[in-house]
């Protein structure tokens, strides 16, 4: 079975510090996919980020980086320098190779403070 | 603009009602995936279709169905209502068959409030 998990639930930081989303996923698929989006307060899935099994290059946009490690099955979120608009629900998922579905972690609520 | 466009955004009913939630996927794209996210349950895939034919359910009671017409638009009916169906329903499409190599797009979602 595939499975996502966002062990932290809540996240309160002050602006400007740095800060990590944990994402540990499941999967007995070799071929699978994994995912960030971003869901702000009015409501809209915002994708982030899509990353294949067979890429394990860390990826920097801006601000926001991301960590695959195959080793520990993680795929972790990294804000840079946050900022209050940065403020959100983010989701990790996981596509597998012949699932025909993207299963969602439960979400990190990040609270970005002034 | 994510190219997925979900009607209405918001609805509010009644017990006992049903309801029909549209989408329309970005052009191009062949499969269309139901979620539904409340706030105990998080985001759940309810249904997926593909060029008009049901390809994965989820878990979707049985007073919900869906289809995909002929010009890709699909359709989630939610009937028989109850208090517990208030959620927002979101729709994603992508291009294949269901590999996440080529992503998927959500909408806006529709927000379903039952009173």
């Known amino acids: 079975a595939q499975k996502v998990t966002q062990a932290q639930t809540e996240i309160s930081v002050v602006e400007k510090e740095d800060v990590t989303l944990d994402c540990v996923y499941e999967?007995?698929?070799?071929?699978?996919?994994l995912f960030w989006y971003k869901q702000p307060p009015s409501g809209e899935l915002v994708f982030l980020i899509r990353r294949n099994s067979f890429d394990e290059q860390n990826e920097i946009s801006g601000r926001y980086s991301w960590n695959f490690q195959k080793s520990t099955s993680s795929f972790n979120f990294t804000i840079t320098a946050s900022q209050v608009v940065d403020s959100a629900v983010y989701f990790c998922a996981l596509a597998g190779s012949s699932a025909s579905k993207i299963i969602f972690g439960s979400g990190t609520r990040l609270s970005i403070r002034p | 603009d994510s190219g997925v466009t979900q009607t209405p955004k918001h609805l509010i009913t009644a017990t006992g009602q049903r309801v029909t939630l549209r989408c329309s996927p970005r052009s191009g794209d062949l499969s269309v995936y139901w979620y539904q996210q409340s706030l105990d349950q998080g985001l759940q895939f309810l249904i997926h279709y593909y060029n008009g034919e049901e390809r994965a359910k989820g878990n979707i009671l049985e007073r919900f169905s869906a289809q995909q017409f002929p010009d890709l638009h699909s359709e989630l009916n939610l009937s028989s209502l109850e208090l517990g169906d208030s959620a927002l329903y979101f729709c994603?499409?992508?291009?294949?068959?269901?590999?996440?190599?080529?992503?998927?797009?959500f909408g806006s979602g529709t927000r379903l409030t039952v009173v």
């Open positions: 994603a499409s992508s291009v294949a068959g269901g590999r996440g190599d080529y992503g998927y797009t």
């Open positions: 999967t007995r698929d070799t071929t699978y996919y």
